[in-house]
């Protein structure tokens, strides 16, 4: 049975919780996606874990400045495509940005702009797997799950440091 295992976290863009899985990091999620704890099942539960630890430390780094690569070991759980959408990902430098379009070109899948998008609005790991890296093609800031005022700040951080 897998140990699931989340913490509440405060930061400068809100509250997260922070949800792992085992020894992996599986989930960040931003104040309007929480569940209620009622919601919560019974094997879900706010525990003092090793790897929860590690990603506050980093959060705490990386919201000062003073980290720019998360080195968690992290599960992405998903399709075959979402995990090469969200392994590509990982390969935009902090502090630059690329477009939906370079980023399905990057993957092979240079038609699946779209798909691409909708992929990265999927991802469980935003900030340690940075979807606010990924803007329009003509420079816009498009859709983020937090809200574009939080890929604002995101990428505001990154580009000051």
């Given at each position: 049975?897998?140990?699931?295992?989340?913490?509440n976290?405060?930061?400068?863009?809100?509250?997260?919780?922070l949800?792992?899985?085992?020894?992996c990091?599986?989930?960040?999620?931003f104040?309007n996606d929480?569940?209620?704890e009622?919601?919560l099942s019974?094997?879900?539960?706010?525990?003092?874990?090793?790897?929860?630890?590690?990603?506050?430390?980093?959060?705490?780094?990386y919201?000062?400045?003073?980290?720019?690569?998360?080195?968690?070991?992290?599960?992405l759980?998903?399709?075959?495509?979402q995990?090469?959408?969200?392994g590509?990902?990982?390969?935009v430098?902090?502090?630059?940005?690329i477009?939906?379009?370079?980023?399905?070109?990057?993957?092979g899948?240079?038609?699946?702009?779209?798909a691409?998008g909708?992929?990265n609005?999927k991802?469980?790991?935003?900030?340690?797997?940075?979807?606010?890296r990924?803007?329009?093609?003509s420079?816009?800031?498009?859709?983020?799950?937090?809200?574009?005022?939080?890929?604002?700040?995101?990428?505001?951080?990154?580009q000051?440091a």
């Amino acid at each position: 049975m897998s140990l699931l295992a989340y913490r509440n976290y405060s930061s400068p863009i809100g509250k997260l919780r922070l949800v792992s899985k085992d020894n992996c990091l599986v989930a960040i999620n931003f104040e309007n996606d929480l569940l209620r704890e009622e919601d919560l099942s019974e094997d879900f539960t706010e525990k003092s874990h090793e790897i929860l630890d590690r990603v506050c430390t980093q959060l705490d780094q990386y919201f000062l400045g003073e980290r720019k690569e998360f080195d968690l070991p992290i599960l992405l759980e998903g399709t075959e495509f979402q995990k090469k959408v969200w392994g590509e990902l990982l390969n935009v430098p902090y502090g630059k940005t690329i477009s939906y379009s370079e980023q399905a070109q990057r993957i092979g899948s240079p038609k699946a702009v779209r798909a691409v998008g909708a992929t990265n609005g999927k991802n469980h790991l935003p900030i340690v797997v940075p979807c606010h890296r990924v803007i329009g093609k003509s420079g816009q800031l498009t859709g983020y799950a937090g809200g574009l005022g939080i890929k604002k700040f995101l990428l505001g951080l990154e580009q000051s440091a």
